[in-house]
């Protein structure tokens, strides 16, 4: 065994136990009746947040540590969560994707542009209701104001 070797694998089995391991559901039990009422609510939690551990979920569900402990196994055994790290934290495996709930989809924004050149168009193809007399009214007026007789021939001028 050369140098190199001997570093790679003295430094695996140094991290070894900081590695995740896979928790078998045959250890979980069944819950406690205030375990299993609570047990939607840290569901939600933890896909909403995209981690969980025994002490957040004690806090944010305001249960005892045991319940929450409970919780905890359950979302694990149940694939909810991964293995906690060495920080006690464990990630959600099915997270909820934020960017996609706000974003509209490309299918949405189509349709909304559309909307809004047919409205476009309805706006300059058809003249507004108020607008059709009040032309008519100008034209109305141009022909009887005192400058369109001015400028008329000498036959129409009054003596």
């Not at 069944?30 to 551990?53: E, I, K, M």
């Not at 319940?67 to 997270?95: C, W």
């Not at 960017?99 to 476009?120: E, V, W």
């Amino acid at each position: 065994m050369n140098r190199r070797q001997f570093n790679t694998r003295l430094t695996a089995l140094g991290l070894a136990p900081l590695v995740p391991s896979v928790a078998s559901s045959s250890a979980v039990g069944p819950l406690s009746p205030a375990a299993s009422a609570q047990y939607p609510w840290a569901l939600q939690y933890t896909r909403v947040h995209g981690s969980c551990s025994p002490a957040r979920l004690a806090k944010a569900l305001k249960v005892k540590p045991e319940i929450a402990g409970q919780l905890f196994a359950r979302l694990q055994a149940n694939g909810i969560v991964s293995a906690p790290g060495f920080t006690g934290i464990a990630r959600t495996v099915n997270p909820i994707d934020w960017n996609l709930q706000s974003a509209a989809s490309p299918m949405q924004k189509a349709g909304r542009t559309l909307q809004r050149l047919h409205d476009a168009f309805r706006k300059t193809s058809a003249p507004e209701p108020d607008e059709q007399p009040l032309k008519e009214a100008r034209k109305t007026e141009s022909a009887h104001s005192p400058v369109a007789q001015s400028t008329g021939s000498a036959e129409h001028r009054p003596a």
